[in-house]
């Protein structure tokens, strides 16, 4: 159980990761005196988006075994939201058009920060941090 323990350490950043991206995990325990990870990615993008942060933790990953296939069955995970911090001359329109591709549409901005932003009329500052929804 202690070289379990070792090894999920070393790989929390990955163990953390995988549920973010619909990853599910059929296996993991230690075989070998390595690391094994079993399971399922919704698509190769993600399944190689796994592999890329194992490889941030170790490039060589001689204590790991992951086995990961593709079940594009399983559902996709939720587009990652991002914070945008205002700059100085940002507008609602500029960020919308920046970050959405589209200036008109900065009416999702304004849905997507209830508690900061009321309207078109509302006033954002250098330093603000907004939350800009994902691209539909």
Request: aromatic fraction near 6%; proline fraction near 7%; include cysteine.
């Amino acid at each position: 159980m202690e070289r379990l323990d070792e090894l999920k350490q070393k790989y929390q950043s990955v163990l953390n990761f995988i549920p973010t991206k619909g990853v599910v995990l059929s296996h993991l325990h230690v075989q070998d005196d390595k690391l094994f990870i079993q399971g399922a990615a919704p698509s190769d993008d993600i399944k190689n988006a796994v592999w890329n942060e194992i490889k941030a933790v170790d490039a060589n990953y001689e204590d790991l075994t992951c086995d990961l296939s593709v079940d594009e069955g399983l559902p996709q995970p939720a587009p990652d939201v991002i914070h945008y911090t205002v700059k100085a001359g940002d507008s609602l329109w500029k960020i919308a058009q920046e970050q959405l591709g589209n200036g008109a549409i900065f009416q999702k901005i304004i849905d997507a920060n209830p508690g900061r932003l009321v309207d078109a009329n509302s006033v954002i500052h250098p330093g603000d941090i907004l939350i800009i929804p994902p691209q539909e």
